[in-house]
């Protein structure tokens, strides 16, 4: 025996990071590529993930938008097994949970980590079923394994490391500073067994010369015992793709003439609408921000999805955004609202049974003839169709709870899931909204859309993401120590 361990059935490791947005779903994302580049069948995983921006599988089930991305990164379909725990805040101390793509239950925090614990068996077993179909599986953590005050029934960091009996590699941010220090105290608050768990690191979003910090590299593997695995640079082409959550949310890149302006309310969900607007070069992209008023030269106000939209809606009005709204709208503007923006803009939004908390009814914002009644029945489901404006061919996800009816529904926005109407709009067309995410990812759509503005486009979305997962592949390739990571990931 030449002392090696015995090589894991199916490759894997976890990718686990000193705090939050230390950028590790890029890097799985990144990593994801490089190996399906190779030609190895890779999967994506992550226990569990908090987010209101969700992606729907083909089956109707719901994961975390990264889990999503790092699939396409792997060129293969998404799977409710990819992210089968996931939260979606409605509440600063509530989220509803899903599990396995579909809704376990709404919960508060403390009676969440409660019962995180009794989650690990499917967490366990959608795992399995990655690692069945898969050449190497690369898990993401969350938060980071330093909050010990949460060890305790943990299925997302190292309560998942130990259960799966993974390997862990930490990621660090330089960016933020302090870097040495987290890395050395991650280890330091660890215990022991968990220390060795941990097999390797790496420094993220290094500005400059990377050659500078060869020394502090030295003096982490001094004082930990881990090994060094790179130091990775800035990667600029980062922001252009999708975010995972709000945090990772800012303007467009674009400075065109057509200014599109959204106002980022309190739970805004399914934002990813809004990714392929930010590249457009034709395109101003604004995200005004909680006590901003809305522009008074936006050529489009763009609502978009909510987790809770009354309480959107209240947190909409008490901005002023009602009036500055009205106002655009009296200039002649344009509107668009998109799934709780749809909503918004109704007449009346009803919750007979209480789901967003009080029971009752509340105004809308009376810019569209419809009226939503809020049913504890959840749409999730993949849809095709057709833009009726611009007989463009649409797809896209439906994600919401409630029902819309009214005049103006007889004048639908999309026609959908053979041939059911989607949406409405207002009778001079300046006002719309439809149940549709991710409309702005078709080309055709968003080419016809732009052009009713005189804006042009000057991409294809889903290839422009595509090359750039490519281009992140091969950044990670000549910065990481990729032999070594796979080496760790095979148990040698």
């Given at each position: 025996?030449?002392?090696?361990?015995?090589?894991?059935?199916?490759?894997?490791?976890?990718?686990?990071?000193?705090?939050?947005?230390?950028?590790?779903?890029?890097?799985?994302?990144?990593?994801?590529?490089?190996?399906?580049?190779?030609?190895?069948?890779?999967?994506?995983?992550?226990?569990?993930?908090?987010?209101?921006?969700?992606?729907?599988?083909?089956?109707?089930?719901?994961?975390?938008?990264?889990?999503?991305?790092?699939?396409?990164?792997?060129?293969?379909?998404?799977?409710?097994?990819?992210?089968?725990?996931?939260?979606?805040?409605?509440?600063?101390?509530?989220?509803?949970?899903?599990?396995?793509?579909?809704?376990?239950?709404?919960?508060?925090?403390?009676?969440?980590?409660?019962?995180?614990?009794?989650?690990?068996?499917?967490?366990?077993?959608?795992?399995?079923?990655?690692?069945?179909?898969?050449?190497?599986?690369?898990?993401?953590?969350?938060?980071?394994?330093?909050?010990?005050?949460?060890?305790?029934?943990?299925?997302?960091?190292?309560?998942?490391?130990?259960?799966?009996?993974?390997?862990?590699?930490?990621?660090?941010?330089?960016?933020?500073?302090?870097?040495?220090?987290?890395?050395?105290?991650?280890?330091?608050?660890?215990?022991?067994?968990?220390?060795?768990?941990?097999?390797?690191?790496?420094?993220?979003?290094?500005?400059?010369?990377?050659?500078?910090?060869?020394?502090?590299?030295?003096?982490i593997e001094k004082r930990t015992g881990w090994q060094g695995l790179g130091v990775v640079p800035w990667f600029a082409d980062a922001?252009?793709?999708?975010?995972?959550?709000?945090?990772?949310?800012?303007?467009?890149?674009?400075?065109?003439?057509?200014?599109?302006?959204?106002?980022?309310?309190?739970?805004?969900?399914?934002?990813?609408?809004?990714?392929?607007?930010?590249?457009?070069?034709?395109?101003?992209?604004?995200?005004?921000?909680?006590?901003?008023?809305?522009?008074?030269?936006?050529?489009?106000?763009?609502?978009?999805?909510?987790?809770?939209?009354?309480?959107?809606?209240?947190?909409?009005?008490?901005?002023?955004?009602?009036?500055?709204?009205?106002?655009?709208?009296?200039?002649?503007?344009?509107?668009?609202?998109?799934?709780?923006?749809?909503?918004?803009?109704?007449?009346?939004?009803?919750?007979?049974?209480?789901?967003?908390?009080?029971?009752?009814?509340?105004?809308?914002?009376?810019?569209?003839?419809?009226?939503?009644?809020?049913?504890?029945?959840?749409?999730?489901?993949?849809?095709?169709?057709?833009?009726?404006?611009?007989?463009?061919?649409?797809?896209?996800?439906?994600?919401?709870?409630?029902?819309?009816?009214?005049?103006?529904?007889?004048?639908?926005?999309?026609?959908?899931?053979?041939?059911?109407?989607?949406?409405?709009?207002?009778?001079?067309?300046?006002?719309?909204?439809?149940?549709?995410?991710?409309?702005?990812?078709?080309?055709?759509?968003?080419?016809?859309?732009?052009?009713?503005?005189?804006?042009?486009?000057?991409?294809?979305?889903?290839?422009?993401?595509?090359?750039?997962?490519?281009?992140?592949?091969?950044?990670?390739?000549?910065?990481?120590?990729?032999?070594?990571?796979?080496?760790?990931?095979?148990?040698?």
């Amino acid at each position: 025996m030449n002392g090696r361990k015995k090589a894991r059935s199916t490759p894997a490791l976890m990718i686990q990071g000193t705090g939050s947005n230390v950028g590790k779903s890029l890097i799985v994302a990144g990593l994801c590529r490089l190996f399906a580049n190779r030609g190895l069948s890779v999967r994506p995983f992550k226990p569990q993930n908090m987010s209101n921006n969700a992606a729907v599988t083909a089956d109707g089930g719901e994961i975390g938008r990264a889990q999503a991305l790092q699939a396409m990164a792997c060129r293969v379909p998404l799977s409710v097994h990819m992210n089968p725990v996931l939260l979606k805040p409605e509440t600063d101390t509530g989220a509803q949970v899903i599990v396995q793509g579909k809704r376990f239950g709404t919960m508060k925090a403390r009676e969440y980590g409660k019962q995180k614990s009794q989650l690990l068996p499917k967490v366990l077993e959608s795992f399995s079923i990655n690692t069945s179909e898969a050449d190497l599986v690369i898990v993401e953590g969350a938060g980071s394994p330093a909050e010990i005050n949460l060890r305790a029934g943990d299925i997302a960091n190292m309560g998942f490391a130990e259960a799966a009996d993974l390997p862990v590699i930490l990621c660090a941010d330089i960016d933020r500073g302090g870097v040495i220090a987290s890395v050395v105290g991650t280890h330091a608050v660890l215990e022991p067994e968990e220390q060795k768990r941990i097999k390797g690191f790496f420094i993220n979003r290094f500005r400059g010369d990377p050659t500078l910090f060869d020394d502090g590299m030295r003096e982490i593997e001094k004082r930990t015992g881990w090994q060094g695995l790179g130091v990775v640079p800035w990667f600029a082409d980062a922001g252009k793709l999708p975010a995972e959550d709000a945090l990772g949310l800012s303007d467009g890149l674009g400075t065109g003439h057509l200014k599109i302006v959204v106002p980022v309310i309190s739970r805004i969900a399914n934002f990813d609408d809004l990714d392929p607007l930010r590249l457009e070069p034709d395109v101003t992209l604004e995200l005004v921000q909680p006590g901003d008023p809305l522009p008074g030269d936006a050529n489009i106000v763009l609502l978009p999805g909510s987790k809770s939209t009354i309480d959107d809606l209240a947190f909409f009005r008490a901005q002023g955004w009602d009036t500055d709204l009205k106002a655009h709208h009296r200039r002649g503007g344009h509107i668009l609202g998109v799934c709780g923006g749809y909503q918004m803009l109704g007449k009346t939004i009803s919750d007979p049974d209480g789901i967003e908390g009080t029971s009752g009814i509340v105004e809308g914002l009376g810019l569209l003839d419809v009226e939503t009644v809020l049913t504890p029945e959840k749409s999730t489901v993949a849809v095709s169709g057709t833009h009726l404006p611009s007989r463009a061919r649409v797809s896209g996800y439906e994600i919401h709870i409630g029902q819309t009816s009214g005049a103006d529904c007889d004048r639908p926005m999309m026609q959908v899931r053979d041939g059911q109407p989607d949406g409405a709009m207002s009778a001079d067309g300046r006002v719309c909204g439809t149940y549709v995410h991710g409309l702005f990812t078709n080309d055709a759509f968003r080419s016809a859309f732009l052009k009713s503005f005189s804006a042009s486009t000057g991409f294809a979305y889903d290839q422009s993401i595509d090359r750039i997962l490519d281009d992140l592949a091969a950044h990670l390739d000549e910065t990481m120590d990729i032999e070594a990571i796979l080496g760790i990931a095979r148990g040698l």
